[in-house]
């Protein structure tokens, strides 16, 4: 499955942004769906995941309560909203489909990524 991200772009610290991330050549179910960032010079690290099926939602501690995970269900798209930005929130944003049903925070248990969409946060 190819997997585009969109909806990045420039905000003020205290903005929103709303990213989406839609499935072409095949569907996001049974498999988790995660967002993941990548800072500069820094290691690619988990966000957030949601379970097509179940709706099911996981947040990394450094989201929680600012970011929402939901799929979209006549669109195919899985987004992710972004709330109370904060300049440590600047990174690249990538969105990838599980390799396994099981959730995981960990990049290697991911196999179709996409080619991410930059969010830069201003303070």
């Known amino acids: 499955v190819q997997l585009v991200e969109s909806g990045g772009g420039l905000v003020q610290a205290g903005g929103s942004l709303r990213l989406s991330c839609a499935a072409s050549?095949?569907?996001?179910?049974?498999?988790?769906l995660g967002w993941f960032r990548q800072a500069p010079g820094k290691e690619r690290v988990f966000v957030s995941a949601i379970v097509w099926d179940s709706g099911r939602t996981w947040y990394a501690d450094a989201v929680k309560g600012r970011f929402s995970v939901f799929r979209d269900n006549a669109n195919n798209t899985v987004t992710l909203l972004m709330r109370s930005l904060k300049p440590e929130d600047t990174a690249l944003y990538y969105c990838a489909r599980g390799i396994s049903t099981s959730v995981s925070m960990w990049p290697r248990d991911y196999g179709d990524w996409g080619q991410g969409t930059q969010v830069t946060v201003s303070s």
């Open positions: 050549g095949g569907t996001f179910s049974p498999y988790p």
